[in-house]
């Protein structure tokens, strides 16, 4: 198994539609992240997830909505998505500690167009 | 607010060639790490420098932080095709789940 896995890796749908993106990690992390990545800008950092409870939510639409179970899922609900909001989404996790962190894991992304 | 810039945004290169990667941060750095990214991809974890005047290397990647701790390099010597992707830097902000990314540097190496 490979350490963050998402599902799907290709999602078209069209804005009324509603759907869930996936993810799983492996690596017995305790946060878990989303990201969403738009050509020619940095990541965005759209969600934190730690022990199960959201810590960091960058001020995204309520049309996205995380969702954290346990530890090793988390999901990123979909509703009346926005043309813009085609992008390529990553999943991440990462063990936070007091003093320092550690590097962050990705998953292969899942690529949303919305038509 | 923190940012990573990263130089030069692009970069073709013959196969057998050396070449460097920047990034600047325009606060301290905390922490620094380097990920490879290959198209609609995931980012690969590649290294993580956290001390001033800290070097890694792996494989034919070196990466190096100043002793002050805001600008990193990542150098790759004798470059084949299979470096290609897109090397982004990204770094601890300094709050606990502040990560922050630059905007990458996409690397062809030509055979």
């Known amino acids: 198994e490979t350490g963050v896995t998402q599902t799907p890796r290709h999602l078209v749908m069209g804005m009324t539609n509603k759907k869930s993106l996936k993810c799983e990690q492996h690596?017995?992390?305790?946060?878990m992240y989303w990201y969403k990545q738009s050509a020619k800008k940095p990541l965005e950092l759209m969600f934190v997830?730690?022990?199960?409870?959201?810590?960091e939510n960058n001020s995204v639409p309520s049309r996205f909505s995380p969702e954290c179970p346990n530890s090793s899922h988390l999901f990123l609900h979909l509703h009346t998505l926005q043309p813009e909001d085609s992008a390529l989404y990553l999943c991440?996790?990462?063990?936070?500690?007091?003093?320092?962190?550690?590097?962050?894991?990705f998953g292969d992304g899942t690529r949303l167009s919305i038509l | 607010s923190q940012e990573l810039e990263q130089s030069p945004q692009s970069l073709i290169v013959q196969e057998g060639k050396n070449l460097t990667i920047n990034c600047t941060s325009s606060?301290?750095?905390?922490?620094l790490y380097w990920y490879k990214q290959k198209y609609g991809e995931g980012l690969i974890f590649l290294m993580m420098?956290?001390?001033?005047?800290e070097e890694k290397s792996h494989e034919k990647i070196t990466a190096k932080l100043d002793e002050k701790k805001q600008q990193s390099s990542l150098h790759i010597t004798a470059s084949q095709p299979s470096h290609a992707g897109i090397y982004l830097c990204?770094?601890?902000?300094?709050?606990?789940?502040?990560?922050?990314f630059g905007t990458g540097t996409r690397l062809k190496v030509l055979a």
């Open positions: 991440a996790s990462s063990q936070v500690r007091v003093l320092s962190n550690q590097p962050q894991h």
């Open positions: 420098l956290q001390k001033g005047g």
């Open positions: 606060k301290t750095l905390y922490g």
């Open positions: 997830y730690s022990l199960e409870e959201r810590v």
């Open positions: 990204g770094a601890d902000s300094g709050g606990t789940y502040k990560y922050i």
């Open positions: 690596l017995g992390h305790n946060a």
